[in-house]
């Protein structure tokens, strides 16, 4: 069974600062996904990390695949109240995405004006 | 982008009577469909995958005949629960991509109460 961890667990910082969550796994993905997701809502995916190694952009986001594929971190500078949600990272088998995805336990952030 | 549409967004019903989700992809045929049930501030616990036209796969700890899916077109994915008990109470959501290595794309979600 393959796990991921997700750190921190919850998190409340002025607008503003930068911070980090980290995804960790012992098992290799295919890719890892990212999702926000606000109270009574479905998630929304932001990025999808395919390749060890990889890093991209949205916005203030960065998003980064750790070399062997087993680890993910997700960087916001500059956090704004809009950010606040509940973060999940989401990690494909070599299935792929239409074996179901292992989910991390979600960080719930909350930026505070 | 992909769209999920997820019915109804809220229902209320009473303890013992069955209540019917609806999960469907707009504007792409969803090869395979999932059901989360998301307890308050906690991360989504998947209940089962279903696949178009075959039996869905249910998770450990599901019961099966408890939580009906029946996922009979590229496009509509349907959770039944039946005999629903106050603990059934949750927010379930469902998701759908369209093939192996694609994203899954989320409904808005069902939040459940029953009582």
Known sequence: TQLLEQSPQFLSIQEGENLTVYCNSSSVFSSLQWYRQEPGEGPVLLVTVVTGGEVKKLKRLTFQFGDARKDSSLHITAAQPGDTGLYLCAGAGSGGGADGLTFGKGTHLIIQP | ?115
């Open chain 2, 1 to 115: 982008g992909a769209v999920v549409s997820q019915h109804p967004s809220r229902v209320i019903c009473k303890s013992g009577t069955s209540v019917k989700i609806e999960c469907r992809s707009l504007d792409f045929q969803a090869t395979t469909m999932f059901w989360y049930r998301q307890f308050p501030k906690q991360s989504l616990m998947l209940m089962a995958t279903s696949n178009e036209g075959s039996k869905a796969t249910y998770e450990q700890g599901v019961e099966k005949d408890k939580f009906l899916i029946n996922h009979a077109s590229l496009t509509l994915s349907t959770l039944t629960v039946t005999s629903a008990h106050p603990e059934d109470s949750s927010f379930y959501i469902c998701s759908a991509t369209w093939g192996r290595g694609s994203p899954l794309h989320f409904g808005n979600g069902t939040r459940l109460t029953v009582t």
